[in-house]
């Protein structure tokens, strides 16, 4: 006797609930006659065939898709999120180097500036420039 079984579970090729639930349908099946070797296996096929058990397997076909996706998609949000936390973590470095560039540069110019003003005042004193400049200033 000739069934449809695969055609009642699986609409068409690209149907995956439909073609998971037939392997889950076969996957009884072979506990089913597993378990029960000197069963007729048509009774099975026939309750299986149901509209009822049908949607049942398609159901936790779904189901199975669902969870795996779900799965799939908080796998790849984690992955997307540790590429982003390095790629932060390599952005700060870099930030962080120059702005350790910036405030260097900053602190030797101040330091530069102050040098050259105490060489000015010091130089200036030695040779009476403070008080030729206040005479100057004066006149």
Excluded: C
């Excluded at 695969?6 to 609930?17: E, K, N, P, T």
């Excluded at 199975?64 to 992955?79: C, I």
């Excluded at 330091?111 to 004193?125: M, P």
Aim: cysteine-free; glycine content about 6%; hydrophobic content about 45%.
């Amino acid at each position: 006797m000739l069934h449809q079984t695969y055609q009642s579970f699986v609409q068409d090729r690209r149907d995956l609930a439909g073609l998971l639930a037939y392997a889950l349908y076969k996957a009884d099946k072979v506990e089913f006659m597993k378990a029960h070797p000197d069963a007729d296996v048509l009774g099975f096929v026939l309750g299986s065939n149901l509209r009822s058990q049908i949607d049942t397997y398609r159901m936790r076909a779904e189901v199975m898709l669902e969870d795996m996706a779900e799965e799939s998609l908080s796998d790849a949000l984690a992955e997307a999120e540790a590429h982003h936390l390095r790629r932060l973590r390599r952005l700060e470095r870099t930030l962080s180097f120059w702005s350790g560039v910036w405030s260097n540069v900053i602190a030797n110019l101040v330091t530069a500036g102050i040098s050259i003003l105490l060489v000015v005042l010091v130089l200036g004193s030695k040779l009476n420039f403070w008080s030729s400049l206040l005479k100057y200033l004066g006149e």
